[in-house]
C-alpha cells in the first residue's frame, strides 16, 4: 500500500475490523497500546512492533509510560475506542502510525494473515493474551521496517538491560527474539469476552473442561469434542450446566480437537488442539494430564523410558541433586515427562521419609539449578502407603534449557546425555520455530 492508494482487500480487512469493534463495543472500555519504536540512521522514528488490543470494561485502565533509551522507546498507553479506529484508517489509508502524544510514523504495508481465519485461541503465547480473540496483522512494507540495534540499555532513570529484546520480553511479556515473525508489524487484537476454556484435563477415561463466562450464560455454551484413539475415533457434543463439564470417553484418546461454541450465535468462541503422548506432559497452558493411581502403577511397571525417571531421592547419594536436575533440563529440552521421586531403579517404592520437605528440596534444586527454570508441577502421591512425589517437566519453549555450572543436557531412551554440537543446533532451531 502507497499513501492514498489503498488495496480492495486492505479495505476490506479495514471495514472489517471497525465493524467488529462496533458490533463488541458493549464489551469495552478502551484499548491497550503497546509500542515498540526503534530510530532509523536519519533519526526518524519506525515502529519495530506494535499490539493494539481491546480492553473489557471490568479491567482497570494502564497507566502511561514510555521507556525511552534514545536508540528505543518502549511504550505502554490507553486509548479510546474511538482512537483505534481512527488509527487504523490512518495507517490504512495514509500510511502513517499515528500514537497519540507521542509520534508519528511513516508506516506504508499491507494486512497479512498469519492464523486460520484470523482468529487466536485463549492463553495464546505469542502475544501474550487471555482470551481469544481476532487478530489483524498489518505488515510494513521494506522502506518503513526498524532493526533494534545491538548493545546494553543503560540510561540514568530507566532499567538496565544487556540489550533490547530482553526489555521487550520484561516489559512488554512479548518474546520478539524468539517470534521474529511479528517483527515490523502492527497486531489489532479484538478479544471476543463471552466465554473462554481456562482448563481441560484429560484422563484415560474423561475429559473434564472449564471455562470462564464474562459475557455469556453457561448454559447458551455448547462444548463440540472430536477424539481420536488408538483405532477409530469419536466426535461428542456435550453442554455446560455450569463452569465445569465431564465427558466420558470410551478410551485413551491419542488426540483431541475441542472447540467451545455460542448456542445463540453459532460462533467459535474458543478452541484448544492437543495430541497426546501418556507420560509425556502437554506443552500447552492450561492443560494438564490427569494421572490416576493405577497410571502410576502401571508407569511404574513399564519402567524407565524417553519420558519416565525414577529417583529414590531428589539429592541423590551424594546430595547434590546433579543427577535430578540434568533429568529436568533434558525433559525440557526434548517433549517433556516425569520424575518419580521416592521409586529406585528396579520399580520398587520406597517413598520419601518427608514430603512436605522433599517437595521444597524439589522446588529449590529446579529454581536455582536450572537456566532458564522450565515449567512444572510438583503433586504428592500416594502408593502402597508410601509417599510419592510427582515431578511432572514440560517440554520447553525456550531451548537450549542449561545445568548451571554445567551446561545442557537431552533425553535419550532411559538416560540422560551432553548433547553433540549438531543436536545443539537443533534444540537452537526448534526454540526459534516454537
Request: charged letters at 25%; proline letters at 3%.
Amino acid at each position: 500500500m502507497r499513501a492514498g492508494k489503498v488495496s480492495e482487500s486492505d479495505a476490506k480487512t479495514l471495514e472489517e475490523i471497525c465493524r467488529l469493534i462496533d458490533t463488541r463495543c458493549r464489551w469495552f472500555s478502551g484499548a491497550v497500546l503497546q509500542a515498540v519504536l526503534v530510530h532509523k540512521d536519519h533519526g526518524e522514528w519506525a515502529n519495530f512492533f506494535t499490539k493494539v488490543s481491546m480492553v473489557h470494561k471490568g479491567k482497570q485502565a494502564v497507566a502511561k509510560r514510555c521507556l525511552d533509551y534514545g536508540s528505543l522507546a518502549i511504550c505502554e498507553l490507553p486509548l479510546q475506542v474511538e482512537e483505534v479506529t481512527s488509527m487504523l484508517k490512518n495507517l490504512v489509508e495514509q500510511g502513517r502510525l499515528i500514537i497519540p502524544e507521542l509520534a508519528e510514523i511513516t508506516f506504508e504495508g499491507t494486512f497479512v494473515y498469519l492464523f486460520e481465519r484470523n482468529y487466536l485461541h485463549s492463553q495464546h503465547e505469542q502475544l501474550a493474551i487471555e482470551r481469544p480473540a481476532n487478530v489483524f496483522t498489518f505488515e510494513a512494507d521494506q522502506g518503513s521496517r526498524g532493526h533494534v540495534r545491538g548493545g546494553t540499555l543503560v540510561a540514568k532513570s530507566l532499567p538496565l538491560y544487556p540489550d533490547a529484546f530482553s526489555a521487550i520480553e520484561n516489559e512488554l511479556q512479548v518474546d520478539l527474539r524468539r517470534y521474529d515473525s511479528w517483527q515490523n508489524k502492527a497486531v489489532f487484537l479484538v478479544p471476543n469476552y463471552m466465554a473462554r476454556i481456562s482448563h481441560v484435563g484429560i484422563g484415560k477415561s474423561h475429559i473434564s473442561v472449564r471455562v470462564e463466562a464474562l459475557e455469556a450464560n453457561f448454559r447458551n455454551l455448547i462444548g463440540k469434542l472430536y477424539v481420536e484413539y488408538p483405532i477409530r475415533s469419536q466426535s461428542i457434543d456435550f453442554a455446560f450446566e455450569g463452569d465445569v463439564a465431564e465427558v466420558f470417553l470410551r478410551d485413551k484418546p491419542s488426540q483431541i480437537w475441542l472447540y467451545l461454541l455460542d448456542r445463540v450465535g453459532a460462533d467459535v468462541l474458543d478452541y484448544r488442539r492437543v495430541r497426546l503422548s501418556w507420560g509425556t506432559p502437554p506443552s500447552q497452558e492450561g492443560i494438564t494430564l490427569n494421572i490416576t493411581l493405577d497410571d502410576l502403577r502401571e508407569i511404574i511397571q513399564q519402567g524407565e523410558n524417553e519420558t519416565v525417571e525414577f529417583k529414590l531421592q531428589a539429592r541423590g547419594t551424594d546430595h547434590s541433586g546433579d543427577e535430578f536436575v540434568e533429568t529436568v533440563v533434558a525433559f525440557a529440552n526434548g517433549l517433556g515427562g516425569i520424575i518419580l521421586v521416592g521409586v529406585d531403579d528396579d520399580r520398587n517404592v520406597a517413598g520419601v521419609h518427608n514430603s512436605s520437605n522433599a517437595k521444597k528440596a524439589i522446588e529449590g534444586l529446579i529454581r536455582h539449578r536450572c537456566d532458564p527454570v522450565p515449567q512444572y508441577d510438583i503433586d504428592i502421591r500416594k502408593i502402597d502407603e508410601k509417599s510419592v512425589v510427582l515431578v511432572t517437566v514440560f517440554g520447553g519453549k525456550h531451548k537450549p534449557y542449561l545445568v548451571r555450572g554445567k551446561g545442557p543436557y537431552i533425553r535419550v531412551l532411559s538416560n540422560d546425555y551432553t548433547p553433540l554440537k549438531y543436536e545443539l543446533d537443533e534444540l537452537m532451531k526448534e526454540s526459534k520455530s516454537a
